[in-house]
């Protein structure tokens, strides 16, 4: 192997190198994710504080049973979620290479 041919080498991965950087909008995708958990964050501790006003009697149990509902519901979601990351992850391993 000579000196030029690597020298080719080196300089095409280079100009390809720009092509797996994240793009400037691509910020806002990754943002997304971090919203979608906050918002998650947020649900559960609206579930909790409504389910402490139930038992000191701040409030009612309809209301009760919305926030409960709202909560398994969000937390069902994560767990499909999580259950077709972890899917794909696996598929990923079982690629030949």
Known sequence: MDIKSSNVAALG???????????PGAQADAGGFAKLAQE???TLQQGENTARAAM???ADAHALVQ?????ELAVETAV???DKVVEAYQEILRMPV
């Open 40 to 42: 998650f964050t947020q």
């Open 56 to 58: 000191t009697g701040g």
């Open 13 to 23: 991965y280079a100009s390809a190198r720009p092509a797996t950087r994240p793009a």
């Open 80 to 82: 499909t979620v999580r």
């Open 67 to 71: 926030a409960l509902a709202q909560t």
